[in-house]
């Protein structure tokens, strides 16, 4: 295993995947405000693994879900791919909300891929890897069915391929919605809690195409409970509570020699 | 299902496998042979009335039933509802994507058009409709408050079929609006997410993603509405518009002085087109209902389950059938 630095925060930036600076997260207004995240920094190099781990509520899917602007982040900023999340800056350095279908075009180069799968029903296996290349980069059926049957081969499912999800298991529409993801070409993956709702016995083929995918050089932010995978394959781990990032570092310190309480209570809880 | 019935049938031509099959008496329910004969003698006290009273004159019935003038009536009445349904369809899609929008105008027009459209009776909505040409005798189409383009005799163009036709159209196009707004609500949140994060955008989202999984939801109240539709045709007399079957067959009732008999012939239409409309809604409850809840796994066969997209929808569970939801007038 190659040694990994701890990002070096400030410097070099051009290298580093995601750039996440001061985000804040707050739901709702007034007296029913949560404030869920409290300013986050993280930045993950290209081809660069990152685990975040927490306890439920620490705000992990939040901050995964601000990075591909599924929520809208309340300050702070998210850059992805040397692109500045939803906004535009201009000469006077004024923020401007981006249109909608700029933003849209922004996470069609992130790739997620959720707890609960959200294939779509109504198409088969084949089909819910298709649905984006056509509609959205404008690719021919034939073109974007070609790269399904590659993208679907990788996660094994070749013979399952006209199914419908509800014909799947829970470890097959996780790997399908995978390759779902993966059909956009991301620079980016983000995994929110992929086998969390799994059966045990399915978590192990999830978390191989996983494997497969980080040997491959993808940039990948992975909130997971799986502390195995963390200690196998990432290059990173963050530790997050309340809101905040605890404690950062390669998989040997955090997981094995914690600095900080919160992370060997969590730890001790958990494994 | 089909592999159920096959194990049934096989096991029941070899051996019992249930050696100790149970073989009891039924629970007695004397109840249901009392209900069932209160229920034939009421029946046969409501036809004995039917038939025995004079006043129905049913051999004019069987004279007029299929009169040229009644079966025009027919015809125009099949044609009011359907083609005011298939606009009203088109518009209520429309007024629910507004409802649902990001932009607060229009989800304000959508909801004030509910507002009006549901507020107010559509027998008066008709006769305003009816009275478009002596409230506006002329329109014309232009510069709004400046020079105009071209202007037409209103009359020339809204006919009384026409006008007919877009006011029941209008009218229904704001209940179909609420059942097309529960459809779509009625769809996981994740669904839309899941595309979000493809990148897909909202107008894809909705037709791509969103409305395939409502049209489970959407689709049986709006064949209640249609068999609804069919007799509120009967009130575009209020324009007048006086093709239809409930206005011919009252006219030739007054005319002959058999007002009676030419009522029961429209009823016995309206009840034969519900009829073959029930069928028809029956079996788009079944395809849209199918495999409701249960998954349905046909390894063997390779090509999805039994009820295609529909009964994968259905065995997704990602749309929420909630019966409460569905609005009725």
């Known amino acids: 295993m190659s040694v990994v630095a701890d990002s070096p925060a400030g410097a070099a930036g051009s290298t580093d995947m995601v750039s996440v600076r001061a985000v804040h997260k707050v739901f709702g207004h007034g007296h029913d405000a949560v404030h869920v995240l409290k300013g986050v920094d993280l930045d993950v190099a290209r081809g660069e693994v990152t685990v975040i781990l927490g306890p439920s509520g620490s705000g992990k899917s939040t901050l995964l879900r601000c990075i591909n602007e599924l929520e809208e982040i309340t300050g702070g900023s998210v850059v992805v791919g040397g692109d500045l999340m939803g906004y535009r800056k201009d000469a006077k350095g004024t923020l401007h909300r981006l249109h909608p279908k700029v933003v849209a075009r922004q996470r069609s180069r992130i790739g997620m891929v959720f707890q609960r799968f959200h294939l779509f029903p109504h198409m088969t296996a084949l089909e819910n890897i298709m649905e984006a290349p056509v509609q959205v980069r404008g690719l021919s059926k034939k073109a974007a069915k070609q790269r399904a049957l590659e993208l679907i081969e990788r996660v094994g499912l070749t013979d399952r391929m006209d199914h419908y999800p509800a014909q799947l298991s829970g470890g097959q529409q996780q790997r399908v919605a995978i390759a779902r993801a993966l059909a956009m070409d991301p620079e980016l993956m983000l995994f929110d809690e992929p086998t969390s709702a799994l059966d045990p016995e399915l978590v192990g083929e999830v978390l191989s195409v996983m494997q497969d995918l980080a040997k491959s050089g993808m940039t990948m932010i992975v909130v997971t409970h799986e502390i195995g995978f963390a200690r196998e394959v990432a290059d990173h781990v963050v530790f997050m509570d309340d809101g905040v990032i605890v404690e950062s570092g390669p998989p040997s310190a955090v997981l094995d020699n914690p600095q900080e309480q919160r992370t060997r209570d969590f730890l001790a809880h958990v494994l | ?329």
């Open chain 2, 1 to 329: 299902m089909s592999d159920v019935t096959a194990q049934t049938h096989a096991s029941a031509s070899g051996k019992d496998p249930v050696p100790n099959r149970i073989q009891a008496r039924p629970v007695p329910r004397p109840g249901r042979i009392v209900a069932a004969v209160i229920v034939l003698v009421l029946a046969a006290m409501a036809a004995n009335a039917l038939i025995t009273n004079d006043a129905f004159r049913w051999d004019v019935v069987w004279l007029y039933l299929r009169d040229i003038v009644v079966i025009r009536g027919v015809m125009w009445t099949l044609i009011l509802t359907f083609g005011s349904m298939v606009v009203a369809i088109v518009l209520a899609v429309t007024l629910a994507v507004m409802r649902r929008s990001d932009n607060p105008v229009m989800r304000w027009v959508s909801w004030a058009y509910i507002w009006f459209f549901r507020g107010t009776p559509i027998y008066t909505q008709l006769i305003f409709w009816g009275l478009l040409s002596v409230l506006y005798p002329r329109l014309s189409l232009g510069i709004p408050f400046g020079p105009e383009f071209f202007s037409f005799r209103t009359d020339d163009v809204f006919t009384a079929f026409w006008l007919a036709l877009i006011g029941l159209a209008l009218n229904e196009a704001a209940y179909l609006a609420e059942i097309v707004r529960a459809g779509l609500t009625s769809v996981d949140p994740g669904q839309t997410e899941a595309a979000k994060a493809l990148g897909m955008k909202d107008g894809k989202i909705m037709r791509r993603v969103v409305l395939p999984q409502a049209m489970r939801v959407i689709v049986p109240p709006t064949g209640n509405e249609t068999i609804s539709m069919l007799k509120t045709t009967s009130l575009v007399v209020a324009l007048p518009f006086t093709y239809e079957l409930m206005y011919a067959t009252s006219a030739i009732g007054n005319r002959n002085f058999l007002p009676v008999p030419l009522l029961v012939i429209a009823a016995l239409w309206y009840l034969l087109i519900t009829s073959i409309l029930m069928v028809g809604q029956h079996y788009l409850e079944q395809y849209y209902g199918r495999g409701f809840g249960t998954t349905t796994r046909r390894r063997g066969r390779g090509k999805g389950p039994a009820g295609g997209k529909q009964a994968a929808i259905a065995a997704a569970g990602t749309v929420n059938v909630d019966i409460t939801k569905e609005v009725t007038p």
